[in-house]
């Protein structure tokens, strides 16, 4: 993840609920180039809060929980539903006395935030691509490097995949 100023302040005159947020937590564009060019999608994160968003069409999301986690970590674009619209997927992390994270994504084409139902509890989750049919995988990951947003991650053990079943995005689970 490599933080940049670049439209930070268009960002933050956008950004209306900045609660948990303090005035020395500083804004940065995390956004990897290859997602802003091809889909138009910003990721934002704060420096010490870890808040995390979207912008997509001049609106702002909030991308997971970040309290007491390191909030948005890894992110792929995919269109798993086969609508023809990108998806924006994210893994993210929070917890106050017991680390666990989370996948969710933002649909394009209705502009809707969805958490996927599933929680991996003591590590972070990271993306790759499925070995199998080269679809999206999600890891349990350790960080193995972390300097405020350059966060570099170990993946240890594959958890699952994301599928479209009967228009439903869910996750399937690999069996350890």
């Known amino acids: 993840m490599t933080a940049s100023n670049e439209d930070v302040p268009l960002f933050l005159g956008k950004l209306e609920d900045k609660t948990g947020i303090d005035a020395d937590d500083e804004c940065y564009n995390v956004t990897p180039p290859e997602i802003k060019e091809k889909y138009g999608f910003e990721i934002f994160k704060f420096d010490k809060s870890y808040k995390s968003f979207l912008m997509y069409n001049d609106k702002i999301y909030t991308l997971g929980e970040s309290f007491g986690g390191m ?90 995949m994301i599928v479209c079943e009967s228009g439903e995005i869910i996750p399937i689970f690999c069996m350890t």
């Open 71 to 160: 909030g948005a970590v890894s992110f792929a674009v995919a269109d798993i539903n086969g609508d023809n619209a990108a998806e924006l997927y994210y893994t993210y992390s929070w917890g106050s006395g017991q680390h666990r994270s989370h996948i969710g994504y933002f649909d394009s084409a209705t502009e809707k935030i969805t958490d996927i139902n599933y929680t991996n509890w003591n590590t972070d989750l990271v993306f790759g691509i499925n070995e199998y049919d080269g679809g999206l995988a999600f890891y349990a990951a350790s960080v193995k490097n972390s300097d405020n947003f350059d966060i570099e991650f170990e993946p240890e053990e594959l958890r699952g």
